[in-house]
């Protein structure tokens, strides 16, 4: 369900989250809706003080996720399960939010404990997978310390609601609401193909590597973080939302 409608502050500027998405959008395309605009990664843009962020793609979306922007963030393009505007209905979008036409939507992050000390969040997925494509290791899952399955694939993801209707669809995940206080963990290309897909309470999760070879890596969103050895775990749990902002240009993405 969609929040309160939202209007932002006029004075202040909007930012433009720097992206390598392949949608052909400038900051300076953003001018003709009459605004002032920041560009950057979102740690540059977050110090200008804006009044909500503009991120093309989903690793725009991701990364300005990552930073913990207390704005709401405008995504745009391809962005799986999340509401984006395309790129083209840019201004258009920005001219509905400067109008109070805009509407707040939750979208639920993870915070990802690695074994090395690192902390990670996804607003997407969380992946343990081979480094090598098509090889064979073993994993665990459990939920809440107890032990939910364990098996031989090329790897396991564990998606939000919002990442449910990406990778984790592509491999017959389910698809979660964001109603749901929930992740969807799915293996990847399992020995046994009737492997079963769970849906885990979104606190309490952890993904294990069960076997020394092949050589495991921690993916989080779109970003390699580590490698995970045998008898490691990563630990996931709810760590917040992002808060995205919904106009009548938004094409949604929830299915």
């Given at each position: 369900?969609?929040?309160?409608?939202?209007?932002?502050?006029?004075?202040?500027?909007?930012?433009?989250?720097?992206?390598?998405?392949?949608?052909?959008?400038?900051?300076?395309?953003l001018?003709?809706?009459?605004a002032?605009?920041?560009s950057?990664?979102p740690a540059?843009?977050?110090?200008?003080?804006?009044?909500?962020?503009?991120?093309?793609g989903d690793?725009?979306?991701?990364?300005?996720?990552?930073?913990?922007?207390d704005?709401?963030?405008?995504?745009?393009?391809?962005?799986?399960?999340?509401?984006?505007?395309?790129?083209?209905?840019?201004?258009?979008?920005?001219?509905?939010v400067?109008?109070?036409?805009?509407?707040?939507r939750?979208?639920?992050?993870?915070?990802?404990?690695t074994?090395?000390g690192?902390?990670?969040?996804?607003?997407?997925?969380v992946?343990?997978?081979t480094?090598?494509?098509?090889?064979i290791?073993?994993?665990?899952?459990?939920?809440?310390?107890?032990?939910v399955?364990?098996f031989?694939?090329?790897?396991?993801?564990?998606?939000?609601?919002?990442?449910?209707?990406?990778?984790?669809?592509?491999?017959?995940?389910?698809?979660?609401?964001?109603?749901?206080?929930?992740?969807?963990?799915?293996?990847i290309?399992?020995?046994v193909?009737?492997?079963?897909?769970?849906?885990?309470?979104?606190?309490?999760?952890?993904?294990?590597?069960?076997?020394?070879?092949?050589?495991?890596?921690?993916?989080?969103?779109?970003?390699?973080?580590?490698?995970?050895?045998?008898?490691?775990?990563?630990?996931?749990?709810?760590?917040?939302?992002?808060?995205?902002?919904?106009?009548?240009?938004?094409?949604?993405?929830?299915?």
């Amino acid at each position: 369900m969609d929040g309160d409608a939202w209007r932002p502050d006029p004075t202040s500027p909007v930012g433009f989250v720097e992206s390598d998405s392949e949608d052909d959008l400038e900051p300076s395309d953003l001018e003709a809706a009459e605004a002032n605009v920041v560009s950057g990664p979102p740690a540059d843009v977050l110090e200008a003080d804006p009044s909500t962020i503009v991120a093309v793609g989903d690793s725009a979306v991701a990364a300005a996720a990552d930073a913990r922007p207390d704005v709401p963030v405008l995504p745009v393009g391809d962005v799986p399960g999340i509401a984006a505007v395309d790129p083209d209905d840019v201004v258009g979008a920005l001219e509905s939010v400067f109008r109070g036409d805009g509407h707040l939507r939750t979208n639920p992050v993870l915070v990802v404990e690695t074994p090395s000390g690192n902390s990670e969040r996804a607003l997407f997925d969380v992946a343990l997978v081979t480094a090598e494509p098509a090889q064979i290791s073993e994993y665990g899952v459990s939920s809440r310390e107890e032990s939910v399955a364990q098996f031989r694939a090329d790897g396991v993801v564990a998606a939000t609601p919002a990442g449910s209707h990406g990778y984790a669809e592509t491999i017959d995940g389910p698809l979660l609401s964001t109603a749901v206080e929930g992740v969807v963990v799915v293996p990847i290309a399992p020995f046994v193909t009737q492997t079963c897909r769970w849906v885990l309470p979104n606190d309490g999760v952890a993904l294990s590597v069960e076997r020394d070879q092949p050589p495991i890596v921690l993916c989080v969103d779109d970003r390699t973080v580590e490698r995970i050895s045998a008898g490691e775990r990563v630990s996931i749990t709810a760590d917040g939302t992002l808060s995205t902002v919904v106009v009548p240009e938004s094409a949604d993405e929830r299915g």
